[in-house]
């Protein structure tokens, strides 16, 4: 089943400006991971934050997490076109079935030039 | 890096017919290896957990004799959609987690995209 609600479901933003998706789930999680996603491709891994961390970067991307809101979000600063795609968090639970991941419905980002 | 492919990357075929689609890891071996449906739009779902050797484990809700899935040898993982019909129509992407890494490492293939006329 699905855990993840992200919002905001769609964003459009201007290139150059800085795009905040977030990301809550229900149960408790071993780790947080986000990926991307180009129209009718498959998944690229970004980031993974685990649950004893806060804070989290990898180059423009800034990725926080929140246990006691079971939230997260992914920022990304000073936006291109090309990163116009459909960004999704994926959970992994403590003690699940051999590292399964369940995935949020996802934010789709467009980034006009 | 690690890579997994799937093949095909697209079909079509005719309701009733079956189709299987693979998902190889390149160069690394995956003692298990995940499956999921993605609607358009949507998000992915999982649909079966495929370790290498024993039975996939089946999320809820999963028909398990629609969705045949076989991991024989520890690169290649297949799912066979049964007797297709339109609404099987999806996009398939596989996953496989290398033998020895962690278990919250997983690559993704690029997915295989299924029309069912």
Same mark, same amino acid.
């Given at each position: 089943?699905?855990?993840g609600?992200e919002?905001?479901?769609?964003?459009?933003?201007?290139?150059?400006?800085?795009?905040?998706m977030n990301c809550s789930y229900?149960?408790?999680?071993?780790?947080l991971q986000w990926y991307?996603?180009? !129209?009718?491709?498959?998944?690229?891994?970004?980031?993974?934050?685990?649950?004893?961390?806060?804070?989290?970067?990898?180059?423009?991307?800034?990725v926080?997490?929140?246990? !006691?809101?079971?939230?997260s !979000?992914l920022?990304?600063?000073?936006?291109?076109?090309?990163?116009?795609?459909?960004y999704f968090c994926a959970t992994?639970?403590?003690?699940?079935?051999?590292?399964?991941?369940?995935f949020g419905q996802g934010t789709?980002? !467009?980034?006009?030039? | 890096?690690?890579?997994?492919?799937?093949?095909?990357?697209?079909?079509?075929? #005719?309701?009733?017919?079956?189709? #299987?689609?693979?998902?190889?890891?390149? $160069?690394?071996?995956?003692?298990?290896?995940?499956?999921?449906?993605?609607?358009?739009?949507?998000?992915?779902?999982?649909?079966?957990?495929?370790?290498?050797?024993? #039975?996939?484990?089946?999320?809820?809700?999963?028909?398990?004799? #629609?969705?045949?899935?076989?991991?024989?040898? %520890?690169?290649?993982?297949? %799912?066979?959609?049964?007797?297709?019909?339109?609404? $099987?129509?999806?996009?398939?992407?596989?996953?496989?987690?290398?033998? $020895?890494?962690?278990?919250?490492?997983?690559?993704?293939?690029?997915?295989?995209?299924?029309?069912?006329?």
């Open positions: 089943s699905q855990q609600e919002d905001p479901q769609a964003l459009s933003i201007q290139e150059g400006e800085n795009a905040t229900k149960t408790s999680i071993n780790n991307r996603q180009n !129209s009718g491709r498959g998944l690229v891994h970004l980031i993974l934050i685990r649950s004893n961390e806060r804070e989290k970067h990898s180059g423009r991307l800034r926080t997490l929140d246990t !006691s809101k079971k939230s !979000s920022l990304i600063t000073a936006s291109r076109a090309a990163d116009t795609a459909s992994a639970a403590f003690y699940n079935q051999g590292g399964k991941l369940i789709e980002l !467009s980034v006009k030039p | 890096g690690a890579v997994v492919s799937q093949h095909p990357s697209w079909v079509i075929c #005719k309701s009733g017919t079956s189709v #299987k689609i693979e998902c190889r890891s390149l $160069d690394f071996q995956a003692t298990t290896m995940f499956w999921y449906r993605q609607f358009p739009k949507k998000s992915l779902m999982l649909m079966a957990t495929s370790n290498e050797g024993s #039975k996939a484990t089946y999320e809820q809700g999963v028909e398990k004799d #629609k969705f045949l899935i076989n991991h024989a040898s %520890l690169t290649l993982s297949t %799912l066979t959609v049964t007797s297709a019909h339109p609404e $099987d129509s999806s996009f398939y992407i596989c996953s496989a987690r290398p033998a $020895d890494s962690p278990r919250d490492t997983q690559y993704f293939g690029p997915g295989t995209r299924l029309t069912v006329l």
